[in-house]
Nanobody, 124 residues
Framework: QVQLVESGGGLVQAGGSLRLSCAAS????????MGWFRQAPGKEREFVAA????????YVTDSVKGRFTISRDNAKNTVYLQMSSLKPEDTAVYYC?????????????????WGQGTRVTVSS
């Protein structure tokens, strides 16, 4: 069982930056691939970024490429999403997810554990 707790969300002006963190419980964090998803108001939850167990492989969706970076620190059981050049369309609740395999996926049903989410609001 893995418990995930996101933090770092908030209100930011367009063009600003935020770093989201996701702290995981358990001693086997390094064996999980991790992902970030987001759900904007009135829309379905969508894939944002993912990272392999070692951090050696990362993936980001096209809409955030060049602006968002995913990373992880296995010693701290934490995965991060560094967001820069934020746009109003990035406004959403951001969810951290863990997949019980070494390599990540981009689909929600590929993930086994989910956090409660952290809200990001980007004002224009």
């Amino acid at each position: 069982q893995v418990q995930l707790v996101e933090s770092g969300g908030g209100l930011v002006q367009a063009g600003g930056s935020l770093r989201l963190s996701c702290a995981a419980s358990g001693r086997t964090f390094s064996r999980y691939a991790m992902g970030w998803f987001r759900q904007a108001p009135g829309k379905e939850r969508e894939f944002v970024a993912a990272i392999s167990w070692s951090g050696g492989s990362t993936y980001v969706t096209d809409s955030v490429k060049g602006r968002f970076t995913i990373s992880r620190d296995n010693a701290k059981n934490t995965v991060y999403l560094q967001m820069s050049s934020l746009k109003p369309e990035d406004t959403a609740v951001y969810y951290c997810a863990a997949r019980n395999t070494l390599y990540p996926g981009t689909k929600q049903d590929e993930y086994d554990y989910w956090g409660q989410g952290t809200r990001v609001t980007v004002s224009s």
